[in-house]
Structures are given as structure tokens and as C-alpha cells.
Nanobody, 127 residues
Framework: QVQLVESGGGLVQAGGSLRLSCTAS????????MGWFRQAPGKERELVAT????????YYADSVKGRFTISRDNAKNTVYLQMNSLKPEDTAVYYC????????????????????WGQGTQVTVTS
């Protein structure tokens, strides 16, 4: 069993930056593909970014490409989402998720399985 806890959300002005963290406990996530998702009120959940097990491959939604960076520190059992040049349309609850499929088998550009989810952290961007 894996527990994921997000942190780092908050209120920021447009153009500002935030760094979200997702720390796992219970088991190591060092062999799992990971992802960040977000959901705004009244909208569907959408994929933001994914990262393969080792961190050498990443994938981003077009809406955040060039502004957001997903990374991981497997020694700390943590995944990050650095968000720069934030826009009001980035306002959402952000969730991290872990894909427990075997290492090397996940095509991250196709999304990941949400086998484990965090509780979410609110990001609000003002104009």
C-alpha cells in the first residue's frame, strides 16, 4: 500500500511560481511512473504531466508545456511539479498519482494508471 501526500499549493498572482511536492509513504515509489493531474470546479480531471520511473522521460499537456516541470527524487520518495508563469486558468486542485505497473512498461505519453492517489492540494492563481 502506498500513501501519497501533496503539499505546496496556495494562492499566487499570475506570472508567479509554485512548487508542489508529492511524498509517498508505506512503500517506495522508485519503480513507478508518476503523474500530476488537476481538476477545476465543474471541469473534467485532466492530465498535467507524467514522469517515468527513473525520471529520464517526461510528458506534458500542451497547456503547461514550457511552464511546468515534473521531476522526482527517488531517494526522498518524492515527486515535484515546478509551476512557473502561472495563469488564472491553472487554478485547480492538483493531485499526484502513482502507476504500479512494472518498471519500463508504462508509455507515459498515453497517461498513467492512477493506482494510488493523493488527497489534492489547491492552487489558485489571481489576475
Amino acid at each position: 500500500q502506498v500513501q501519497l501526500v501533496e503539499s505546496g499549493g496556495g494562492l499566487v498572482q499570475a506570472g508567479g511560481s509554485l512548487r508542489l511536492s508529492c511524498t509517498a509513504s508505506g512503500r517506495t515509489i522508485s519503480s513507478y511512473a508518476m503523474g500530476w493531474f488537476r481538476q477545476a470546479p465543474g471541469k473534467e480531471r485532466e492530465l498535467v504531466a507524467t514522469i517515468n520511473w527513473s525520471g529520464v522521460s517526461t510528458y506534458y499537456a500542451d497547456s503547461v508545456k514550457g511552464r511546468f516541470t515534473i521531476s522526482r527524487d527517488n531517494a526522498k520518495n518524492t515527486v515535484y511539479l515546478q509551476m512557473n508563469s502561472l495563469k488564472p486558468e491553472d487554478t485547480a486542485v492538483y493531485y499526484c498519482a502513482a502507476d504500479s505497473r512494472p518498471r519500463g512498461t508504462v508509455v507515459i505519453s498515453r497517461g498513467i494508471n492512477g493506482d494510488y492517489w493523493g488527497q489534492g492540494t489547491q492552487v489558485t492563481v489571481t489576475s
